[in-house]
């Protein structure tokens, strides 16, 4: 069973840092792309940071200078530092993966909440 299992959320205070960790139990071949997704109660899940196809890095809105997205390819590990936190970077974040056989899978998400 394919899994993404998400670590790093919590409570932090307003200019603080938190680094997320996902670890992938899925064939490396199979990753097209892997990255970050968050979700605040009544909207839509919007992207953080991912590595897309080719290498190429995207971010979303609001998180670029603050949020930087790394990987371990060997080892199936995704991890986005987050600097210089606001309370409105609090939400729900989600590892996403897009393999290459059409499957859009998601972890289980970990809380962040960014509140003096």
């Known amino acids: 069973q394919v899994q993404l299992v998400e670590s790093g959320g919590g409570l932090v205070q307003p200019g603080g840092s938190l680094r997320l960790t996902c670890a992938a139990s899925i064939a490396r071949a199979s990753i097209t792309t892997m990255g970050w997704y968050r979700q605040t109660p009544g909207n839509e899940r919007e992207l953080v940071a991912s590595f897309g196809r080719g290498n190429n890095i995207n971010y979303g809105p609001n998180v670029t200078g603050r949020f930087t997205i790394s990987r371990d390819v060997a080892r199936k590990i995704v991890y986005l530092q987050m600097n210089s936190l606001k309370p409105e970077d609090t939400a729900v974040y989600y590892c996403?993966?897009?393999?290459?056989?059409?499957?859009?899978?998601w972890g289980q998400g970990t809380q962040v909440t960014v509140s003096s």
């Open positions: 996403n993966v897009l393999t290459n056989y059409g499957a859009n899978l």
